[in-house]
């Protein structure tokens, strides 16, 4: 019987969600809770006959990268990240390239959990330092001050990984200067991957019911722009900047229409052309799973007008931008065409459109979503 | 066998908005038995919801009753109703003529108003005879005694004997019927004479086409005889001929003094003027009636879709809108800015915001409305004179010798506390002191010329505010004047945006231009580049601000690849902009027109 999820060869990411923090930022909206009593143990197994359920469908596939993120994946103790990798191993494949990356937060990253992941196949950590003043981490609930953030980069570089950070901008109270700062301690704390987030305020979350007022953030964003590269960080990514070689792979995976599968509550996946997602809580994900069926609450599959216009938002995420013969060899060369029709309303100072590529500028990064948003 | 022309008594029921009209209407129909107090939907009388909502009446529903008064007799009532506003005082002054006594209501609590006023005078200008009623009388704060002096010193009627009425509770309702009876004159007319009837209103009926409602003066009007309209000389097939009551009841004839309506084959319902006379084909009256005038509209704006391809759209609603009004006139017009729309003309401010309501409601078109305008005189340097209307109408600076505009004369009563604030409004709105008179110790009559321009940006709401609520008004329209006029042209990133003109006393074009362009900035949103924006009059700029270009813009985290989401969020960001108007590659929402025509108005000092 031919099965839809399964072409020949495939590779595939993975993304894991790990639903649990110590305690919930302030401005934090995501799905993730803190835990109680056994939670913990009983989720691993719930993650593992949702495991199950895609593996029956699809045989044990490669993965070309796998991304444990939350939540705070430092939440799990050594037994319990004992296993998760078990659970991984059991159901899917790594080679000698897959990129394996785990989140961490500073406060529960231990020089255990470091020891366990080298010894399985984790190639990056990403911390969520956010920032190095503790004033602005203080305002966004973090449980780390900016001593520990330091600490955590060091001993997750000494350990041999890739090591990236995220990093807030736009806070409340953040002034262009102590944004400066932050910057240039990332750009000298040895780090090979730096992500830019500019906080949002998210309906229920306490920082937004304080309605606190926000700086504009774009200068904030522009100087980086022009920072990082200075310092060899290359911005790749609307968001993201990295030495060379060090590009997340699984990141560059989403823009490039790659697919992947999200397990966990509330995770995203994207297969054999079908977008979909994971019921959101704790609660009915255990239910869905413990009923024996997948977590799957919502799914759908685009017509090839917008699926066109989709691949090129997410391109276009990309320093690389749309890679335009391969986008007419996919989508039709009317389909770039039309694209081309909606672009040309903006300026050369905003995007770029040479033989090859259809990019945006720095100029027409900052102003992404306006951009997106006409041809979306 | 015609009714004996004694036994009918045709009559109209006048007031202010909110004096008891619709509510006094309602309890005659029902004391007469003439509706089902169960079928009784309130307010009978005004049938469009719009209508209902604004307390006002419009179209006009002429209603049969059979009375048996107290001297034993059958007697047929015909009430024909009127529409309460100014802008629609030629219908009321038509409705009148087909009638011989008007009943006059007065809210006993508040007075006489102008609408009062304005209505009794067109009524004693056709010699009716005026019933005065007091209404409301059963209210605490009734003051019949000093109704009863105002209605005699301001109108000249004498109301000592007038009805007291609660229309709501029904006192005094068998009373006011008795007096239809005994002081309304019963029509005259001659059978024999050559057919003369006169077209009070026109509808259209989904089954019967266009329905005109008529008064016979004189002669028959029966099925199957050839019609002729005097006005537009038209001949028809008179297919039907019957009565209201309130529902549509055909009869075989209509006779001298009767009202009722004819089905003929007229094809739409432009060719039914209101006013025109009705003759038999074969033997032409004399004379048509008299009072027939073509009814002009005095203001005008532009419609246009707030999605382009929606034109047929907004073409279809319309043309199915003027089936029922033959008041709104429109032709297509193209704006630079807006594309293609329909420049709309209307008796009045109210008339033009209820036909916009009744387009987005009853026939769900969205549309942008460009500022009202009137019509304006422009006499050339080479001696022509040409109708601007619309501010694009406007010809070279250079090639205009001279400007007129319509005025009116303004009758506006208040308690005498206001009368300062409301003179100083009057000025300031280019008003022309006319006079000023006590209709009683506190109640003053305040007489202005003004520019109609003026009177319909925004006088109604200013006068409320300052008066608050206290005032009424009136007008007349009295010709046209020079004056100092000047088009104020908008410029939006260097282009004029025609939408924005707009023509203003040479005294304003600063203010205004500093208003316009100020509220733009505020409703334009940042885009991609800087926007400047201009007033300009001719070639001279006369106020200049800048909208920055975008700068706030949110890099949010995508967790866990959820991309569905975004695409979401863009998408709605996408249909956020698609309602906004392009003029160029400037994007100006709905709001931005709408507000428009608010600053124009608001921010004159």
């Known amino acids: ?376 | 066998m015609y009714l004996e022309l004694d036994r009918i008594r045709n009559f109209s029921i006048i007031a202010h908005v909110d004096h008891g009209k619709s509510t006094l209407a309602d309890r005659l129909l029902e004391d007469t038995g003439t509706v089902d107090k169960r079928n009784m939907k309130a307010q009978l009388l005004d049938m469009l919801d719009l209508e209902r909502e604004r307390g006002i009446t419009i179209k006009l529903v002429p209603v049969r009753m059979n009375y048996k008064a107290k001297d034993g007799k059958e007697y047929i009532l015909n009430l024909i109703d009127t529409p309460g506003h100014v802008d629609f005082s030629y219908e009321v002054s038509r409705s009148l003529a087909a009638c011989e006594g008007a009943v006059l209501v007065v809210d006993s609590t508040q007075g006489v108003e102008a609408q009062t006023v304005a209505n009794s005078y067109l009524a004693v200008d056709l010699d009716l005879a005026i019933l005065p009623v007091l209404n409301k009388i059963d209210l605490p704060s009734a003051q019949p005694d000093r109704v009863r002096k105002e209605i005699k010193e301001i109108i000249g009627i004498d109301a000592d004997d007038a009805a007291l009425v609660s229309a709501k509770t029904g006192e005094g309702v068998p009373d006011v019927l008795e007096r239809i009876v005994r002081d309304v004159p019963p029509p005259f007319g001659d059978t024999n004479a050559p057919l003369q009837a006169l077209i009070f209103d026109s509808v259209y009926d989904n089954y019967k086409g266009v329905i005109c409602y008529v008064r016979v003066v004189n002669g028959t009007l029966n099925a199957g005889k050839t019609i002729h309209f005097m006005a537009t000389k038209q001949d028809y097939e008179l297919d039907e001929v019957g009565v209201f009551k309130p529902e549509m009841v055909k009869v075989d004839e209509l006779g001298p003094g009767e009202v009722g309506y004819i089905a003929a084959s007229v094809k739409t319902i432009t060719e039914a003027h209101v006013g025109d006379t009705i003759t038999d084909a074969s033997r032409h009256a004399a004379a048509p009636l008299p009072g027939y005038r073509k009814v002009k509209p005095v203001v005008f704006c532009g419609y246009f879709p707030v999605e382009r391809e929606n034109i047929n759209q907004l073409r279809e609603a319309l043309e199915k809108l003027q089936i029922n009004d033959s008041a709104i006139s429109f032709e297509p017009e193209n704006s630079v800015a807006l594309g293609f729309g329909f420049r709309c003309g209307f008796l009045g401010l109210l008339h033009m915001e209820i036909s916009k309501e009744r387009l987005n409601r009853e026939f769900g078109v969205d549309l942008v409305a460009t500022a009202p305008n009137v019509v304006y005189q422009i006499v050339l340097t080479n001696g022509e004179v040409i109708e601007a209307h619309r501010p694009s109408d406007f010809p070279d600076p250079v090639k205009i010798q001279e400007i007129r505009e319509p005025y009116i004369k303004l009758s506006i009563f208040m308690p005498d506390e206001f009368v300062g604030a409301a003179m100083k409004l009057c000025q300031d709105k280019r008003g022309t002191y006319v006079g000023m008179d006590y209709l009683t110790p506190e109640r003053v009559r305040l007489a202005y010329n003004m520019p109609l321009a003026e009177f319909i940006l925004d006088f109604n709401d200013k006068l409320k505010s300052v008066t608050r609520g206290y005032a009424s008004l009136d007008y007349d329209h009295i010709g046209f004047r020079a004056a100092n006029l000047v088009k104020v042209d908008v410029l939006i990133q260097d282009e004029p945006v025609d939408a924005f003109s707009f023509i203003c006393h040479d005294d304003q074009a600063y203010s205004r231009g500093h208003a316009v362009v100020g509220k733009l900035k505020e409703l334009i949103p940042r885009q991609l580049f800087e926007i400047p924006v201009q007033a300009a009059v001719g070639k001279k700029v006369i106020v200049r601000m800048n909208i920055k270009a975008v700068r706030k813009d949110v890099l949010a985290k995508c967790y866990g690849g959820d991309i569905t989401r975004k695409r979401k969020l863009l998408e709605k960001q996408k249909e956020g902009k698609k309602r906004m108007k392009q003029v160029g590659r400037v994007s100006i929402p709905q709001e931005a027109f709408l507000a428009f025509m608010d600053v124009t108005k608001t921010e004159d000092k």
């Open chain 1, 1 to 376: 019987m031919h099965n839809p999820f399964e072409p020949p060869n495939r590779r595939l990411s993975l993304y894991i969600h790990i639903p649990f923090c110590e305690r919930k930022c302030n401005y934090c909206a995501f799905d993730s809770v803190v835990p109680s009593a056994d939670d913990c143990d009983v989720y691993l197994e719930l993650l593992n006959k949702e495991l199950e359920w895609w593996s029956s469908r699809i045989n044990r596939p490669l993965l070309s990268t796998c991304y444990i993120g939350g939540g705070t994946p430092t939440v799990l103790g050594c037994a319990q990240w004992e296993r998760l990798i078990q659970i991984i191993d059991s159901h899917f494949y790594f080679d000698d390239t897959s990129e394996v990356t785990v989140e961490a937060n500073p406060n529960s990253l231990s020089g255990a959990h470091l020891h366990l992941w080298r010894d399985w196949r984790i190639t990056r950590v990403s911390i969520g330092v956010q920032s190095f003043d503790d004033d602005e981490l203080k305002i966004l609930g973090r449980l780390h001050n900016a001593m520990q953030a330091r600490e955590a980069i060091s001993y997750a570089l000494l350990s041999g990984f890739s090591v990236s950070a995220d990093f807030m901008f736009g806070l409340p109270g953040q002034t262009f200067l102590n944004w400066g700062r932050t910057l240039r301690e990332a750009a000298h704390s040895g780090l090979h991957h730096i992500s830019l987030y500019q906080l949002s305020l998210e309906e229920g979350t306490p920082l937004a019911a304080q309605s606190p007022k926000l700086p504009e953030g774009y200068e904030s964003y522009r100087w980086a722009q022009w920072y990082l590269p200075h310092k060899n960080y290359m911005q790749y990514e609307i968001s993201n900047f990295a030495l060379a070689g060090h590009e997340s792979q699984h990141n560059l995976n989403y823009w490039r229409e790659g697919e992947y599968l999200g397990m966990g509550p509330s995770a995203a996946g994207y297969i054999a052309g079908w977008r979909y997602k994971n019921t959101s809580g704790l609660k009915k994900y255990e239910q869905r799973i413990g009923a024996g069926g997948s977590a799957i609450a919502s799914g759908e599959r685009l017509d090839a007008y917008h699926r066109s216009r989709e691949a090129a938002v997410l391109a276009l995420r990309t320093s690389a931008g749309i890679a335009r013969e391969e986008y007419c060899e996919t989508f039709g060369k009317s389909a770039e065409q039309s694209l081309l029709n909606s672009l040309n309303k903006f300026s050369e100072e905003l995007v770029t459109i040479t033989d090859k590529n259809i990019m945006l500028t720095r100029k027409g990064m900052r102003v992404a979503n306006r951009i997106w948003s006409e041809i979306v």
